[in-house]
Nanobody, 123 residues
Framework: QVQLVESGGGLVQAGGSLRLSCAAF????????MGWFRQAPGKEREFVAA????????YYGDSVKGRFTISRDNAKNTMYLQMNSLKPVDTAVYYC????????????????WGQGTQVTVSS
């Protein structure tokens, strides 16, 4: 059974930075693409970023390009999301997701989800 556990959320001022982590259990982490979604209050879930199985290919939602960086350490079965220049509109619950493909070809429909971690950006 695939289990994804997020950490690193919290409260930060606008312009600040946070790094989220996602630890994965239950399958060969290095074989599959991984990603992040977020959901703000009253809004639909939004694709944030994804990384291919090796980390060699990355994909970003338009709203975070140039500010967020996704990465992974396959030796540690862990994925990261470095978030810089945070804005109040980035406030949301951030979810770690797992795919059944190497390159997240189905990037909008990940089958595996973590429980989420809250990120709050104050103005």
């Amino acid at each position: 059974q695939v289990q994804l556990v997020e950490s690193g959320g919290g409260l930060v001022q606008a312009g600040g930075s946070l790094r989220l982590s996602c630890a994965a259990f239950g399958r060969t982490f290095s074989s599959y693409a991984m990603g992040w979604f977020r959901q703000a209050p009253g809004k639909e879930r939004e694709f944030v970023a994804a990384t291919s199985w090796s980390g060699g290919s990355t994909y970003y939602g338009d709203s975070v390009k140039g500010r967020f960086t996704i990465s992974r350490d396959n030796a540690k079965n862990t994925m990261y999301l470095q978030m810089n220049s945070l804005k109040p509109v980035d406030t949301a619950v951030y979810y770690c997701v797992g795919y059944n493909s190497r390159y997240a070809s189905d990037y909008l429909s990940p089958p595996y989800w973590g429980q989420g971690t809250q990120v709050t950006v104050s103005s």
